[in-house]
């Protein structure tokens, strides 16, 4: 059976953690501290604080931005539904707008038409590991005084290129950049999260607020030789990541080229591979792109069938998932407004698939699910091929 996705962890993580334990240090500590340095130097961010998850990365960066009561904060429908349920935490109004024609990213156009006197805030994602149109959001954020947030829970070590220079997502192109480090995603610490940020007075803010807005972190307290108090000046929360994690995190880091370097790989070797499959049309990536393939994302013509295809693929051990979720199709989102055509949403979502990609597939393993896929797909389609199918990458 072939997984959708495969976190790669090793010994080497595993000792990390068994250090963490026996260090006798668990809590938020010197492996957080360590690992967000690491994590600001991979990135080229001026700061990076980490946190429990990506949701409540996401939350922090709203409060942040000063997000509250009655704010509208332009966003997709076509994502992760914890991007919402943080800008509603906040008791502000998330406003669906389309994902653009043959992508899955925020169309920025759409963004521009979207924007009303109560609009504060642009959270953008960057979808399945591929970077949005950063340069015509951070155009729009700026003509109009709004704050750019960055959804990068699925875009690590994807990569950018900002007025001619390769750029890694996270260097704080907007105000505040979101990771998540949930085993789904490209590295793992189990749970976790990062906030990058090109201000210093509010990475201050989500150190504060992530422990209790508590004055004194556990460590100066530890480390300090008078008695120190703390005090309390903002209500806060329990937002912080553990040392174990951290440590994972830190080994997670070193391995990040390489995994990135494989998956890209991967994609090639997909896209070759499947090239001559009739009625799918595989990912496009811009030129001033290079994602991270957290998903490989194949879409199928309007006539086949999502759910029968992705079922005669499991049936010969090839795991797939349906497009990335509308959140405005949800129960949990009835309450809010429907503004906007969210054509192009639906549409990626009931007609695309996902295959697998990790970093320790086997070739073999790319090839099964390459020919997987062919086969279905040309028994779907009544075009008739003469030519042999090309079952391995040129070699
Ligand atoms: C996974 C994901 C999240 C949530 O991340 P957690 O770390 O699980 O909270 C948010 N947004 C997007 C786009 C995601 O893919």
Known sequence: MIPIAKPMLGEEEAAAAHAAVLSGWVS????VAAFEADFAAFVDAPHACAVSNCTTALHLALLGMGIGEGDEVITVSHSFIAGANAIRQCGAVPIFVDIEAGGYNIDPERVVQAITPKTRAILCVHQIGMPCDLTALQMIAQKRGLALIEDAACAVGSEIRMMGDWQRIGRAHGDVVCFSFHPRKVIT???GGMLTTRHAALDAKFRLWRQHGMSVSDTQRHAAS???FEDYPVPG???RMTDIQAAVGRVQLTRLPEIVARRRAIGDD??????????ITLPQEPVWAKSNWQSFAVTLDAEVDQRDLMQTLLDEGV???RGVMCMHLEQAMRDVPRRHR????ETARDHTVLLPLYAQMTQSEVEQVAESLGRAMRSRTRHIRTEPLRLSVAS
């Open 28 to 31: 938020q500590g010197p492996q």
């Open 189 to 191: 610490t189990g749970e």
């Open 226 to 228: 008078d008695v120190v």
């Open 237 to 239: 929360y329990n937002y």
């Open 270 to 279: 997909y896209r070759e591979l499947l090239a001559e499959v009739p009625g």
């Open 319 to 321: 795991t797939t998932r």
């Open 342 to 345: 969210l054509m192009q949403s």
